[in-house]
């Protein structure tokens, strides 16, 4: 199993014009997701993951995100080694969405 990658900025226009409805799943810290997340996106700290993992969807498109895209890429192989059919990695993370698509959001 694999999984994808996804830049910040083709991020911001895949969630503008998708009909999907996908994950967007935060794995960095309680501290670090109070500084700045996503709309909508999920919390789930990196070592939860393995204990959350029943209550997450297998089929259901899951972009990963973390601060600069290292957990977040090896908790995507995680969900691809463990069925998971449909997951993306958001390269660069947070850090990356703050630079490139939203110059508002806090950094850190």
């Known amino acids: 199993m694999s999984f994808k990658e996804i830049s910040a900025t083709e991020l911001e226009s895949y969630l503008k014009t998708t009909t999907n409805d996908p994950l967007l799943l935060d794995v960095r810290e309680p501290w670090?997701?109070?500084?700045?997340?996503?709309?909508?996106?999920?919390?789930?700290?990196?070592r939860q993951i393995p204990?959350?993992?029943?209550?997450?969807?297998p089929d259901r498109e899951t972009i990963v995100i973390c601060h600069h895209g290292i957990r977040s890429r090896s908790v995507a192989s995680y969900l691809a080694s463990n069925e998971?059919?449909?997951?993306?990695?958001?390269t660069g993370g947070i850090d990356a969405w703050a630079k490139y698509v939203d110059l508002s959001m806090e950094t850190y």
């Open 84 to 90: 998971f059919s449909n997951v993306i990695n958001l």
């Open 32 to 46: 670090e997701y109070q500084k700045c997340s996503l709309d909508k996106s999920v919390l789930v700290p990196m």
């Open 51 to 57: 204990s959350a993992l029943n209550e997450l969807d």
